[in-house]
């Protein structure tokens, strides 16, 4: 008999599907009978969803422009490295 | 995104890839305006820094771009690039505090019973919050957590890495990584129905 503990302590890897099978279904049965645990994995997938949700912002004024330029000042660096010193092409 | 189109974008950026080795700037930069913000707010997220986040962000891009030839193709470029700022973005949080909260590695957490005190049905925030309010609530709920559960959890919900990826890059085993994601979801539940809970109309009981 799965009980609310078992339930909490294996609530993520029931959201995830990881638990193995017969625990599985042992925990889906649980929450069909127990409304409390039905309203803690609700919310729970609810919590997740919220986050995932959440579109990155634009990064804040001038940052984009910065990293661009630090990037093509290694960039540069590496091509000039890449090439072949003048005296060695005589 | 639909399959063929996520393989379709997956291909053309091997090719921006490819390019960027040969030291094509403009094919690299193309990559950087892909992601540049969801590394901003992975760095954000684990450093609850705008300035740390700032360097980390520049780092990250620069060194990804000097090791990129090391970059082989079999994962998926930006996992690739998430562990380059999650290393960085943890030798910030590390630099910054020396005190242990900070340590990943403890295993002290992983002893005490989950736990589930606010037992009450919430739906679509989104359309009782503006998006402003929104992304206020979900960051004080997410900087209130430990490091060591803030970080699990940002890499598998929010990055959506795997436990292996997230074990791996963390260097925690699957054990500690599971513990973690378990709690830091239990914590942010409990926070977010805390604000979340229509009034008045709750609580079910205790666990
Ligand atoms: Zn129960």
Redesign the interface.
Known sequence: MVT??DF??E???F??D?ADPQLQSELKAHITQC???W??L???L???Q?????E?????EG??G???K???K??AA??KK?QPPPTAQK | MDPIAASAGRQDENILIEKAKK?D?EA??QL??RY???I??LARNITQS?EDA?DV??DA??KA??HLDGFQGQARFYTWLVRIAVNESLMKLRKRKSDRSVSLDENIETDE????RE?????N??KQYSRAE??QV?DEA?TSLKPIFRVV?ILR??E?LS?EETAETLGLSIAAV?SR??RA??Q??EK??RTFKRKGDQI??Y?
């Open positions: 609310c503990k909490l302590r609530i993520s890897e959201l995830d990881r409304p409390n645990c309203v803690i609700d919310t729970t609810k919590t997740i919220v986050y995932k949700g959440m990155p912002q634009e990064l804040p940052v984009h910065q990293l661009m630090a990037l093509e290694r960039c590496k091509t890449a | 030291g700037f690299y930069g950087v305006e540049e913000r969801k901003y707010r705008n700032e962000l520049q891009f620069l771009y000097e019973e989950p736990i589930a037992i009450a049905v919430w739906d925030p989104e929104m992304k979900l997410i959890f919900d929010v959506e436990t599971k994601l378990l979801r239990l942010l539940r977010l129905t079910l009981g666990v």
